[in-house]
């Protein structure tokens, strides 16, 4: 456990049959600890420093550059981006970028690694952005 970086781990077993990957738990990085897979099939153990919120085992880096942007009718539009699952992004807007960004919500990535803003537009906001903490 001290080989990973950070004071916790997230555990997985990734099945390579699969692709799928499953939670087992966040560990202490000190001293030994002991993992059994659930059956006698090929498994993977992942751990992840924690602080580092990976995402699941198989699943790919979310590219910052992919970003969906589709028109719903009126002043509403949709913004659409990749995530790990369960991770939750804000949407704020502003009307220049000089002036304080303003919240207009929260949505959680799915299970697709996706997730998806419908905006009513404000007329006076000409700029957003998705942020993750």
Request: hydrophobic share 35%; no cysteine; proline share 7%.
């Amino acid at each position: 456990m001290t080989k990973v970086s950070g004071s916790t781990a997230n555990a997985w077993w990734y099945n390579p049959r699969t692709g799928a990957a499953t939670a087992i738990g966040t560990y202490s990085t000190v001293g030994t600890q002991t993992f059994t897979p659930t059956d006698t099939n090929d498994w993977v153990l992942v751990l992840d420093d924690a602080s580092q919120n990976h995402g699941p085992p198989g699943i790919n880096e979310p590219s910052p550059n992919q970003l969906g942007f589709q028109a719903l009718g009126g002043n509403s539009f949709q913004l659409s981006s990749a995530g790990f699952p369960g991770q939750v992004y804000t949407l704020e807007s502003t009307t220049n970028l000089a002036v304080p960004w303003q919240v207009m919500g929260t949505a959680t990535v799915d299970i697709s690694g996706t997730f998806i803003f419908d905006v009513a537009a404000a007329s006076s906001a000409g700029f957003y952005r998705s942020s993750h903490p």
